[in-house]
Structure formats: structure tokens, C-alpha cells
């Protein structure tokens, strides 16, 4: 370490030069703190300061085991300044033992009691733990007193005072002077009401009351630390301030609520921070906050202190988007992975680039892969250990919000995908946070996760559940989230799930449902619903659960009420329906009940759609490489595929790469194979062309209510042709609230059938072809409808009249009245 500057005179907790946190386990040495240069923290009518001196002294020597493989060059040594106490500074009363040994140990629950200033019948006892500290004085209006050494780092002395003044502490180290206000001179900055609240598990802005907040307090301006710990023997904040030594930086307990807090003058925002607790056993842990709302940039793991400064320009779309209930709009949405989209891009790059791209293509939203921050990239954001903090990786919180105002004001909804049902095991983050279990239940088969070797959140406890609601709330309302996407729910509500007979342990009644899971998803949906006006929430749920999209109060046949849900992605159809197209058309027609059997359930839930990354990635093959045949036949079944996909009941989903034919997986390491585009590939035309497509799936698609206004009422849909096997067609209607009809006709054989008669309404004077999956200019034959069909008065499928159509080959055709 380089020699300190001088330091000049500040009213904050000095910050050393930045560095990434020392692990749990070996803290680095602290050395004498170095001040800024600046006062921050000073109050507005705060009288001028002393001026902070500075001798050329040897640098403060280690005290600790772990510092003295490590000591900094020494300064030329100067006179020692004395060190003897002001005349009239009288020595307190003596500090209980006990009192002292808890202090230097880490285990007092109530160091505001012991330190700082204490009015008595005989004057103010002010008292002060500097480790390293040479000398401590006290300074106000018109008073300078030292205060007597007592040793280990304990200053303090009984001066002549009736009442307490607002005053600084002067502390001297070897080679520097720093001034500082006391932190143990403030009241608590956290009230009754929050704790009351975070007792119940009712709090619902929980990310206000916990964490690291930048405040003014008692006109101080610092950085008031709380955090829920209550197994904790003690509780102390730790980080760059001061040199990730937290001797003299002790939290108090408040009360029953096991929150404790310390309110530090001039920490403010950017500086590195840890909770270091004493556990149960007496041993240390140094923690990352749980509430941090910024972190260090992964594999590093401290958290950052933060405030908000982004102003938003997307107050239009804020006001409209609870307009229309989703359910009766159009909604497509492109599925990203960010760090992998655009690889190399921060938060402010990717705002240049991805809002016109999904707007040029025509999606109606973006689905974001975790943006949680996450230790290993490889989970994609899965396993989360920053629940309240966007990844660094790509920049700074309000550089997320930057991103999410740019696509906002281009029009595009944004969800994220949230992941409450699990954790990582990491001995940082949230596993056994005060040495027992918190957060994760304390029954290993309730708190084991069997597919993930992760920790499942006990969602019974108050606290925990108010962590989990409070969450999603924080990402519709700090970061203008419009929906969250629910990983993993079917983990979450059933006790046996993926656990073998004798692995779980059936609930009060019996049965295998998490009661709990059930209790906190009704709590959470219910809760951003109405905080949030215009969101939607979405369950990535895999079973055949009752009532995922029903209202919370409606009691289902199982006896649950529903979950709330808005959306629940269609897993079934997105099975039968991948299994059906990957089949030689040949074998088509013996698996034909896997394209219709969706529509027997179709409106027992709200459902999306999904052609999600799961679909692409572990072997499973990208989209269009799942298709037999050749590079013809595969990239038309893909087209047709898409086609059938976007005139289905339902939202869409589809995952990035798909829209262009990508052949390769996608892999987080290089993103979508954007040279497939590029005009010097010579199969450019071909990716080129199935994303022309795309574009013009989703412009029909929100131009055209019959697809959309409908989604999730029977009447909004009706098979015209579900039993063609034998030709490997589907033809159906859609119709929007007016009534007014699209035919969509999808052919799954590579066979050209012309004159092909379809049955229609007789109500309809003519049907022209409003998109056909097999056009030239998306890479198809060319084969269409060119005039408009007038029907005829045969009938045909139970319909009064019927048109003859051209069918092209591996082709979705859709029709609308002329």
C-alpha cells in the first residue's frame, strides 16, 4: 500500500481506496482509516470545524494475525504528539466488563447503550470504540475535550455538561487526523411502525425499511444499515469505510424483531459493504446483504451501497398499460438473455439496440431471463442471490432502468423472469444467514431442493413471505416491471415433487399440496395486482394444478382457492405440439390428436404460448432443427409451425435465435448466431427470410382482434377441420367480440392439394389470404391465393357453404373476410 495522502477535514466515515471484500473467514488487516476531502455529511447550520492535522508518523502498525503477513511502507517518522487528556475531562465511570468483552467480541445486541454519549447527574460520559486510534476527542460549540485512553480501542471521559451538544468526534491515528460525527449519538433510524409490520410479515415497501439506505438523519446525511438476523449473537457492518474491520462498528438490536441497525454518518453511495454476524456458536460469517439493491460485479460479492437518480420518461405508458386487461390485447413476447443477446453489451447499449429491434419486428414484449444478480452465469440467473439487485455484470441499477424507460417508450411491455422457489447454497449469500436456518426451511426434507442442490424458501415464516412478496412488488414499482414470469411453481406446490416415497412429509391434512407455497403465491399475486395496476403475472406451472389463473377468492372443486395467476404458460401444448412437428409427415397423421388436444383444455387457464430457451438448449435442438427433412423441408414446417402457433388461443413466446431459423442451440457463452444474417452468408436469404415472417405474423396478428380479443373465452374459437389426419391439415376459426371471423388453415405434408374445400360461414361474402407461411419472400414456393374466394352454397363441414382453396406444402394460411 502506497503512503496515505493528508487528509483533509470531513464530516463522513473515511473511505480507503477501493477493493473487492476479504472472504468470511480472514477479514483483511484495517489500517488507520483515510478521510475525503469533502463534508457531506455536515448539517446545514453546523459551525466550522477544526481543521484536521496531519504528522509524517509511521503507518499504524497490524494488530491482527492476518495483517501481519502484509505491512505497508513505513512514512519518515515524525515527533509523537502527546496524547494526555484535555484539563477538566474527568474519567467516567468504569465499562462493565461484560459490557466491554461483548463489545470486542461482536455478540452486544445494544452498543448505542455503552457508546456514545450518556448524560448522568454528574456531567455527559462520552465514550468511544477507535481501534488504532491514538486519541479520541470530543468537539462542539465552543468545546474541545480529549477523552482519556483506556485501552483495546476504548476512549472516554466525564465532562461538566448539563445537557448533551451536537458534537464531533476528533480521532487521531498515527499519520492522520479525521473528523467525524459519532455514530452512536443518533436515535433509531428505523420506527415502530416498520418493525410492527416486519414482525407480521406485512411490509409491504420492505426494501424502504431493510438494507443499506442513503438518508438525512437528524440532519446528518449517511447511510442507515438494518438487517434481519434474529439468531444472531451480534451484529456488525463491515466495509470499505472502515478497512472491513468492524471492531468499532457494532449494530443494535431492535427489540423482538431480530432487525438490527446502525445508522453511519457519510457512508454514502458506491462503498463496498458486508454484515459480519456472530452466530449461535460464536463463530463469524461474513454476510452480503440480502436487501442489497447494487452489488459487485460476480465473482466478486460484496454489496454496494445505492440510490436512485434515473428520472422516467415513461409516464405515458404507465398511465395506459392498465387499460386494457391483457388477456383482451394483443401479447407476444420475445424471450432474451441479455448478457448473451448482444454479448459484450452494458444495460445503456443494449437501450440502443434491442427496443428497435423488437419493434421492428413487431412483439408486444420482452421477456427477460433473471436479471436478479447471480454468482454463476451459467444458471442463467436461476439460482439468485441478490433478490433485490439487477446483475452488475451489465451495469448499475439505474442503468437497468434506463433500459427498461427506452423500451417502455418504444412501446414494448417488459417482464422479467422472478424466481422465488429456490436458492444457492453459496456461505455468503442466504444459507443459514445468522447460523441456523432463515431463510430455507429447518427440515432438511422441506428445505432441500432434490433437482437443483439448492435451498427452498420456508414460506410459511412471516418474514421470509414478506421478503418473497416485497420483492416482487420492488421490480414493478422501482424498476416499472410490467409482468413477472414465475420459475418453477410446480416445485413450490407440491411437497413430493421429484422426492421419492419416505423423502416428504405430507401436510396437516394428509395430502401433498404446499399449503404454505399455495398461502404465499395467493399473497403475492394478490398484492402486486393491486399495487400495480396493469401488470401481469405469469406461472411457468407443468402440471394439471387447479385454478392457476383463478381469482384467489374463488374456491375451486380441490377446495383452493385460485392462485391468482394471469397467465399460465401452456407446457401441454407446447410438448404435444413440438412432438407432433418433429415426426416425419408420414407418421403425422397416427399423432394428430397431439396438435387438437390442446383445444379440450384450452380454456381451463389463461396460457402462453411458449417456445421458451428450455426448448432450445441441453440436446433438445434448436426450432427449426427439431423439423425432419431437408434445409427446405425444415425451415417451411418452422414457418408453418409459427404460423399455427400464432392463430392458436393463447399469447405467444418465443425464445431469441427462433425468429431467425438459428440451426445451433443456444449457448450463454456467444448469444444468437447473428452471422446467419449477414449479407455475405450465402443461406442469409434463408434466416432472412423466416424472420421477414415474424415480423409479419405479429403485424397481422395485433392489426386483427379475432386473435387476440378472444383468447381465453370458447366462443372466441371454433374447429372447422380438427379431424383431417389423413391429409395432415387443422383448419379452425377465430372470432373477436364483433364476431367478425379469420380462417386459419395449417398443412403439415409437403404434398400441394389444390382445390381443397374448406367448410365456412355462409355470412362471410368473400375470404382473401391475408398471410401465407410459404410466400417467395420468407423462403417458401410461392404457391397462394391470389384472388379473393367467394363460397360456395355446398356445404362442407357441417357449415353452410364452403371455399376451395390452394394449400401450399408445409404451409399456415390465413384468411379474413374481403
Not at 432438511?444 to 431442493?449: I, N, T, V, W
Not at 379431424?723 to 388453415?745: C, I, K, Q, W
Amino acid at each position: 500500500m502506497t503512503p496515505r495522502p493528508t487528509p483533509a477535514s470531513g464530516g463522513e466515515t473515511p473511505r480507503p481506496p477501493r477493493r473487492t471484500s476479504p472472504g468470511a473467514t480472514a477479514p483483511k488487516s484495517p489500517k488507520a482509516p483515510k478521510p475525503r476531502s469533502a463534508n457531506p455529511g455536515a448539517a446545514p447550520d453546523e459551525p466550522d470545524r477544526p481543521k484536521t492535522r496531519t504528522t509524517k508518523a509511521k503507518t499504524a502498525k497490524p494488530k491482527t494475525a492476518a495483517s501481519k503477513a502484509v505491512k505497508a511502507p513505513k512514512a519518515p517518522k515524525a515527533p509523537e504528539q502527546s496524547v494526555a487528556a484535555t484539563p477538566g475531562v474527568l474519567p467516567a465511570p468504569p465499562l462493565d466488563m461484560v459490557d466491554k468483552g461483548r463489545l470486542l467480541c461482536g455478540t452486544h445486541h445494544d452498543p448505542h447503550g455503552v457508546l456514545g454519549s450518556h448524560p448522568t447527574a454528574d456531567g455527559v460520559v462520552f465514550r468511544a470504540l477507535r481501534p488504532y486510534a491514538k486519541a479520541v476527542t470530543v468537539v462542539a460549540d465552543g468545546l474541545r475535550a480529549q477523552l482519556l485512553d483506556d485501552g483495546e480501542g476504548f476512549f472516554s471521559g466525564l465532562l461538566p455538561l448539563t445537557d448533551v451538544p451536537e458534537y464531533r468526534l476528533l480521532v487521531t491515528y498515527d499519520d492522520n487526523e479525521i473528523d467525524i460525527h459519532d455514530p452512536y449519538r443518533f436515535l433509531p433510524s428505523l420506527g415502530e411502525i416498520d418493525l410492527h409490520l416486519i414482525g407480521e410479515g406485512r411490509h409491504e415497501e420492505l426494501w424502504r425499511a431493510l438494507g443499506a439506505q442513503p438518508m438525512v438523519h437528524q440532519q446528518v446525511t449517511g447511510t442507515r444499515f438494518t438487517v434481519w438476523a434474529p439468531n444472531a449473537r451480534g451484529v456488525r457492518v463491515v466495509g470499505d469505510f472502515n478497512y472491513w474491520d468492524g471492531t468499532g462498528y457494532p449494530m443494535r438490536s431492535l427489540g423482538g424483531s431480530g432487525v438490527w441497525e446502525l445508522f453511519l454518518p457519510g457512508v454514502g453511495e458506491g462503498e463496498l459493504y458486508k454484515f459480519q454476524i456472530t452466530r449461535p456458536d460464536s463463530s463469524l460469517s461474513m454476510r452480503a446483504d440480502p436487501m442489497a439493491r447494487h452489488t459487485e460485479v460476480p465473482p466478486a460479492n460484496s454489496s454496494v451501497v445505492t440510490d436512485t437518480h434515473h428520472i422516467w420518461q415513461d409516464a405515458q405508458w404507465m398511465a395506459s398499460r392498465g387499460e386494457r386487461s391483457p388477456h383482451e390485447a394483443p401479447f407476444s413476447a420475445y424471450e432474451v438473455h441479455l448478457a448473451s443477446w448482444r454479448p459484450g453489451l452494458t444495460y445503456r447499449q443494449l437501450a440502443e439496440q434491442l427496443p428497435a429491434y423488437v419493434k421492428d419486428l413487431g412483439f408486444t414484449h420482452v421477456e427477460l431471463m433473471p436479471v436478479a444478480e447471480h454468482p454463476f452465469g451459467g444458471s442463467w440467473g436461476y439460482q439468485v442471490t441478490g433478490f433485490y439487485a439487477p446483475t452488475s455484470r451489465l451495469g448499475t441499477p439505474d442503468d437497468f432502468r434506463f433500459l427498461v424507460d427506452a423500451l417502455h417508450r418504444a412501446g414494448i411491455g417488459v417482464l422479467v423472469d422472478w424466481v422465488p422457489a429456490h436458492f444457492p447454497r453459496d456461505d455468503w449469500a442466504l444459507a443459514e444467514f445468522d447460523g441456523r436456518p432463515l431463510y430455507e426451511h429447518e427440515d432438511p426434507m422441506k428445505s432441500a431442493h432434490p433437482d437443483w442442490g439448492t435451498l427452498e424458501f420456508d414460506f410459511g415464516r412471516n418474514e421470509v413471505r414478506n421478503f418473497l412478496v416485497a420483492n416482487a412488488s420492488y421490480w414493478c414499482e422501482e424498476f416499472h416491471i410490467d409482468g413477472l414470469r414465475v420459475d418453477a411453481v410446480a416445485s413450490m406446490l407440491y411437497l413430493d415433487y421429484s422426492r421419492e416415497e419416505g423423502e416428504w412429509v405430507p401436510n396437516a391434512y394428509g395430502g401433498r399440496e404446499n399449503l404454505d407455497a399455495v398461502a404465499f403465491l395467493q399473497e403475492m399475486n394478490a398484492t402486486v395486482y393491486r399495487r400495480n395496476p396493469g401488470i401481469v403475472t405469469i406461472a411457468e406451472e407443468s402440471t394439471a394444478w387447479d385454478g392457476v389463473t383463478r381469482a384467489t377468492h374463488h374456491i375451486g372443486p380441490g377446495g383452493f382457492g385460485g392462485l391468482g395467476f394471469g397467465l399460465k404458460w401452456n407446457m401441454g401444448w407446447m410438448h404435444d405440439s413440438l412432438g407432433y412437428a418433429a415426426k416425419e409427415p408420414v407418421h403425422r397423421k397416427y399423432h394428430h390428436h397431439e396438435m387438437t388436444f390442446s383445444m379440450v383444455y384450452a380454456y381451463s387457464e389463461n396460457y402462453v404460448l411458449p417456445i421458451s430457451h428450455d426448448e432450445v438448449v441441453h440436446g433438445k435442438r434448436s426450432l427449426v432443427s427439431k423439423m425432419p427433412g431437408d434445409w427446405w423441408q425444415q425451415r417451411a414446417t418452422h414457418r408453418a409451425y409459427l404460423g399455427f402457433m400464432w392463430a392458436h388461443p393463447g399469447k405467444q413466446l418465443l425464445f431469441m435465435g427462433q425468429e431467425f431459423a438459428q440451426g445451433a442451440e443456444w449457448s450463454e457463452a456467444h448469444g444468437p448466431d447473428w452471422w446467419l444474417l449477414d449479407p455475405s452468408y450465402g443461406a442469409e436469404n434463408d434466416h432472412r427470410g423466416v424472420r421477414d415472417l415474424v415480423r409479419d405474423l405479429n403485424t397481422t396478428y395485433r392489426a386483427t382482434p379475432s386473435l387476440w380479443e378472444r383468447d381465453t373465452s370458447p366462443e372466441g374459437f371454433a374447429w372447422v377441420d380438427g379431424d383431417a389426419a389423413e391429409d395432415n391439415v387443422f383448419a379452425f376459426l377465430r372470432y373477436d367480440a364483433s364476431g367478425s371471423p379469420l380462417l386459419a388453415v395449417s398443412h403439415f405434408s409437403p404434398a400441394v392439394r389444390h382445390e381443397f374445400r374448406i367448410g365456412v360461414p355462409d355470412d362471410v361474402p368473400a375470404w382473401t389470404e391475408v398471410l401465407n407461411t410459404d410466400a417467395e419472400r420468407y423462403g417458401g414456393s410461392g404457391l397462394h391465393n391470389p384472388e379473393p374466394l367467394k363460397p360456395e352454397a355446398a356445404g362442407h363441414h357441417g357449415r353452410p357453404a364452403s371455399i376451395r382453396i390452394t394449400l401450399p406444402p408445409l404451409a399456415t394460411v390465413w384468411f379474413r373476410p374481403a
